[in-house]
């Protein structure tokens, strides 16, 4: 994992230490899964991240556990009867740190630019 460690997700999950060691790989596959959606969902790399915020700022950290027990509390595969969707407070933490471009090119989100945002 990048940002994300695994006593702030075994805290999240509020496992006891035998029960995270059991599943420890699982987690750090939903740690490392939330990482690359934070960063995704905010147009970013984590280089830039660093670079930008001189370490990953507390919101994103947030969201990232929020999402490892989004992923945890909701292990299968979602349908239309079993569909949990993410709260709208992740949103909160998340936005602030998305990436915006004026650029018309949709391209542009692919490399890294951000989402388009009309000004």
Known sequence: MKFLTFKEI???????????EKEKDLLEMYGETAEDVILELCYRSYEDVMETYGGVPRPLRQAATMLVDHFYQHRG????????????????LVKPFQRLTTDNNVNNNKNGYGRHCNL
């Open 10 to 20: 075994k805290d999240q999950l509020r496992l006891d230490d035998e029960q995270a």
């Open 77 to 92: 595969v979602a349908s239309s009867q079993s569909l949990a969707p993410i709260p709208y407070n992740f949103d909160l």
